[in-house]
């Protein structure tokens, strides 16, 4: 036999015991450990999901207690809009600042996170809660692709095209300067390097999530970063005001 | 970067090897032992040490701007739309 064989009948005869030990139902992760798990009448459902393997089972019951880098999400219809709003809330207007990264009209921008969230809500129940950011910017991704090959009608119905944006509050003279430079630098960009500055750099966003957001390895955004930022700091540095603002050496 | 990671603590770094990960000291994105040799490079070479004050400046003024962008009103109207997504009273659903 394989090893896998041998460690399915493995595991079948450990739930074998494990059933006739008392216990009505069992699971294991990877490591071949036992995971107690007895189902109950109770109307909640949940979905164990162990972390390190990011394996997951589904059922109606109750973990006997906790076990490390096993979690479970109770998917009660009640909870499921609690849970929604929780982890995504927090994430729309990083949602809208990086679809106005990928695609350039922000009507379109909208439509695109709308169509994220939408997709979101449906697969809120199989999404272990961990890293909501990561998640959401996959299902965008993947909206933008699909909207790609097949155009949306237009969800929104009051939609107010112009986006305003107020002038910067001049607080300071230097502050100012450096403000007015780092805009020209940031025109004088390609689209490509923006888009990694607008993530990282404006939007806050780690190298990874930016990475799923645009659909390129880490090492490409570290790499356009990096060659963005120089670009930056030399357009600054052969402005004789930002030198004067402190900004390049 | 693995090689650099797989170096001996007591190497010293050239100015070649901190350039190619100082945008990643500068994020927080290396681990704590490279984070450590990178600042005790910028500590003792002037030259380095300019470029990473300079690069922190620039991503400061970054960060500012992001701050003084006043909030995209798409930004409400999507939160509108989880409330709706949780309500039940959204297009699509």
Not at chain 1, 195 to 205: A, C, P, S
Request: charged share 30%.
């Amino acid at each position: 036999l394989g090893s896998d064989a041998e460690a399915a009948i493995r595991l079948q005869q450990r739930g074998q015991a494990a059933i006739a030990s008392g216990l009505p139902s069992a699971c294991f992760d990877r490591g071949d450990r036992l995971i107690p798990w007895v189902p109950s009448a109770a109307t909640s459902s949940y979905t164990l999901i162990n972390r390190a393997s990011r394996r997951r089972w589904c059922g109606i019951g109750r973990l006997l207690s906790g076990f490390p880098g096993l979690v479970t999400t109770a998917a009660e219809p009640g909870d499921i809009g609690d849970r929604f709003t929780r982890l995504v809330l927090p994430e729309v207007d990083v949602l809208l600042r990086v679809a106005h990264t990928i695609v350039g009209r922000p009507a379109d921008a909208e439509d695109l996170v709308q169509d994220t969230l939408l997709r979101a809500y449906r697969s809120i129940e199989t999404f272990d809660g961990a890293h909501p950011r990561a998640w959401l910017l996959t299902i965008m991704r993947n909206a933008h692709v699909n909207q790609h090959r097949r155009r949306r009608p237009v969800l929104l119905r009051e939609r107010d095209l112009t986006i305003e944006r107020s002038a910067p509050p001049a607080d300071d003279v230097v502050e100012r300067v450096l403000h007015e430079h780092i805009e020209e630098a940031l025109r004088e960009l390609s689209p490509r390097h923006r888009r990694v500055v607008d993530l990282v750099d404006i939007g806050g966003l780690s190298y990874a999530e930016a990475a799923l957001a645009l659909d390129v390895p880490v090492g490409t955004i570290m790499s356009r970063l990096h060659r963005a930022r120089r670009q930056l700091r030399r357009h600054l540095r052969n402005d004789p005001r930002a030198t004067a603002a402190g900004t390049s050496r | 970067m693995k090689r650099f990671r797989d170096r001996r603590a007591s190497d010293q770094l050239s100015c070649r090897e901190v350039g190619k990960v100082l945008q990643a000291y500068l994020d927080s994105a290396l681990d704590d032992l490279s984070a450590r040799r990178i600042s005790a490079h910028l500590e003792g070479c002037r030259r380095c040490g300019l470029d990473f004050e300079a690069f922190t400046q620039i991503k400061a003024a970054l960060e500012r701007r992001a701050e003084r962008t006043p909030e995209d009103p798409g930004v409400r109207r999507l939160r509108a739309f989880v409330e709706s997504l949780v309500s039940g009273t959204a297009d699509g659903l």
